[in-house]
């Protein structure tokens, strides 16, 4: 099977696996699995580090960019607010979709799960003490 990088496929929001199918449902939930090959979805969990990324990456973009209109027009605060916070807000809704497709096509390309409890094996400390 063809390698499709997993930040095309997480961009244009196609399946990680065979690059055709629809990942996303809604705007940001995931399918269960691929139409086009049934790869399954539902351990999808990039939790919340596409939102980790998308603040940190609006916030180096946008805040000196707010900050210098500040500076430049001398606006009240309630003005900057009213022109800036929409913009930011729109921008961290729009990027959030690409990089949640990202990230778990990143995951699934790396087949990374969540480590578990019962994936841990228990020590056994009596043979530890016998040594
Ligand atoms: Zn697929």
């Known amino acids: 099977m063809a390698y ?4 095309s496929t997480g961009l244009s929001g196609r399946c990680p696996k065979c690059g055709e199918g629809a990942l996303f449902k809604g705007f940001l939930k995931f399918n269960e699995n691929c139409e086009s090959c049934g790869a399954d979805f539902t351990m999808e969990d990039a939790g919340d580090g596409p939102a980790f990324f998308v603040m940190t990456i609006v916030m180096f973009v946008f805040i000196p960019i707010v900050i210098g209109f500040q ?3 001398d606006a009240p605060g309630w003005l900057v ?5 929409p913009i930011l807000v729109l921008a961290c809704v729009g990027l ?4 949640r ?3 778990f096509n990143m995951q699934w390309v790396r087949n990374a799960q969540q480590v ?4 841990f094996k228990k020590p056994d400390f009596k043979k530890q003490n016998e040594d």
């Open 96 to 99: 959030l979709r690409p990089f």
């Open 101 to 103: 497709g990202i990230m």
């Open 4 to 7: 499709h990088s997993p930040v």
């Open 71 to 73: 500076f430049l027009t």
């Open 116 to 119: 578990r409890a019962k994936d």
């Open 81 to 85: 607010f009213v022109i800036w916070g």
